[in-house]
Every structure is written in C-alpha cells, then in structure tokens.
C-alpha cells in the first residue's frame, strides 16, 4: 500500500482527556479543508509521558497538543523547544518535523488572537493578569511582548512572584506583583485597562466563584477577559457587564490556539469559522 494514502494522525495527550473539545474543532477542520487527517484523544498517564512522546516518532503522528498534566513533563523528551516554548515553559503543541520533536506554546499566541479578533490592541495597555499557573504565564509572556505593562496577582503570592521572576527578560517585565487583597487589586483596577482572569476560578461546577478579593468592584473602563469558557458567561463575565465594561470570553483564545496547532501541523490557514462553529457546537 502506498503510504501517502494513509490518514496522518494528531491528537491530545492528557490525563484525562475525555472532556476535550479539541477533536471537534480540528476534525472539522480537516473535513473542510478535505485532509485525510484525524485528531485523536490520547490518555495517557502521568509514569507514561516520555513512552508516548517517543510514540509520536514512532508512530509517525504529525504532531500533538499537550494538556494537563503533561504540559512540563514532555520537554526532556524533544528534540527542540521554541523560545516561546522555552520562556513560557510549557508546551501546548509538539509538531514532528521529519522525526525531530519540537515543542511550542500556542497559549500565548492564542490569547493574543483572540484579543485583537475581539478589537482589543493590548499595546501600550496596563493590564491585571490574576493567576500564576500555566496559563497565567502564556499570558503575561503574550502581554509583555506585545508591549503591554502587566501587573500580577494570584492567591498565592510567591507563585505569582516566581512566575515574574521568569519574565524579567521579556518586554518590560511584570511591573509588580500585587498582595490577593481587597484594597490593592482595587487601586490597581482604577489604574489598569485591561483584567485578565488566568485562574480556573468561576469555572463549573464552581460557577458562582469569581476570581477576586471579596469586595473588589468592576469598573466601567475597564476591558474583562476571562480564560473559563466553561461556562462561557462565567460570573466574573456577568458582573462585569452589569457594570457596563467590556466583556471577551474564552472561546476565542481555546479557537485561536488550536489554529495556531492545526496551521504548524498541516501547513494551511486554519479555517477559522469553520473551527469556530464546531467549538460552539460543543458548547452549546
Ligand atoms: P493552569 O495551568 O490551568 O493555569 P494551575 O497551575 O493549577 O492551572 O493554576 C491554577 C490557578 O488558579 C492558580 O493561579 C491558582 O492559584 P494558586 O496559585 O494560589 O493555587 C488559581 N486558583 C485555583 N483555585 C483558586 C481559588 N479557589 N481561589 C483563588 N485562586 C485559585
């Protein structure tokens, strides 16, 4: 049999993975665009991790994207990391160059998608990023190098320091990392333009968290993204329109990050509506 007429496979390694919404976008992408290619739900165990990165070699994947919580662990089994990759340390995507192993982080790049697509230049804005996890850290590396001034908060504070720490090289740094309390995330949303909500907080089941120091007000000027898109209105979403800012969800970000995957796999524009409507669908 003639092997180019094999499907060629990607898929999501995670642990688990059965709740992912990725299949559904990237396999509707490829029937649009007419590939023979098919995205496939991979769990794989923690002890595990570095057998199934060979595997993709072995296997002749195209590539995979990486979830929780193998994120940090498959890096000592790649061939290269991009410097996004390396800065952000964590990898989202593995893309298989010829049997060379290279991961990236299309987090980063996602969110900065899914921002400007929502008519938001972060450029020369002052943006609250809450959180120090792995997404907390694709984001403030994207502001920072877009030009953004980014200050941090997080429950934790030393995570939220340590995370800063890493990003020192990066644009301008992280300006300064805030105590979680009422009266200093206050201050800094009267400052700030944008907020960021980098957390799983608000996310279901918890869906009546909000991300905040109790008694922190929402301010009209502000912009408010949150990553949660489980649910898509998420309370932090809710209180902040009430008050009349504006409001993006985290579609766009989970959309433009698995475009950013499809376009290093496959080579192509990702067929972004397309992408986004079987997204939806999922959501729905
Ligand atoms: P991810 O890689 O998905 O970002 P993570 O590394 O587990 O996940 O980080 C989760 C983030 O949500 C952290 O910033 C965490 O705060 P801590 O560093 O203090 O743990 C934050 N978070 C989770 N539950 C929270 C809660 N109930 N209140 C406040 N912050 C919370």
């Known amino acids: 049999m003639n092997e180019h007429a094999l499907p ?34 991979l769990p794989v165990a923690p002890d595990d991790v570095g057998d199934a990165v060979r595997g993709i070699r072995a296997l002749r994947f195209a590539g995979c994207n990486i979830t929780v919580p193998h994120k940090q ?93 890493t990003m020192q090289a990066v644009g301008r740094g992280v300006s300064r990392v805030l105590p979680f309390e009422r009266e200093a995330v206050q201050t800094a949303l009267e400052a700030a333009t944008l907020l960021v909500n980098a957390t799983s907080v608000g996310m279901h089941p918890h869906t009546n968290a909000v991300p905040l120091p109790d008694g922190v007000r929402l301010l009209p000027h502000l912009t408010v993204n949150d990553l949660v ?14 008050v009349g800012a504006r409001t993006i969800d985290g579609v766009g970000m989970l959309l433009h990050q698995g475009a950013a995957a499809f376009e290093l796999w496959t080579g192509q524009a990702a067929p972004l509506d397309v992408m986004r409507s079987a997204l939806e669908a999922t959501l729905a």
Request: charged share 15%.
């Open 73 to 165: 662990a498959v890096v000592p089994f790649l061939d290269e990391m991009t410097p996004t990759a390396h800065t952000v340390g964590a990898v989202n995507t593995i893309i298989n160059r010829d049997g060379r192993l290279i991961g990236e982080n299309t987090d980063a790049t996602g969110f900065l998608r899914a921002l400007r697509e929502a008519g938001v230049d972060p450029t020369g804005q002052c943006a609250l990023v809450v959180g120090a996890g792995g997404a907390a850290r694709a984001v403030v590396y994207a502001l920072l190098q877009a030009g953004a001034t980014v200050w941090l908060t997080n429950r934790t504070q030393a995570r939220a320091e340590a995370l800063a720490e």
């Open 229 to 242: 898109y489980v649910p898509r209105q998420t309370r932090l979403l809710r209180l902040a329109a009430e």
């Open 8 to 41: 060629t496979y990607v898929g999501l390694m995670g642990w688990p993975v059965a709740h992912s919404r990725s299949p559904a976008m990237h396999n509707a992408a490829f029937r649009a665009l007419g590939l023979n290619w098919h995205y496939l739900l």
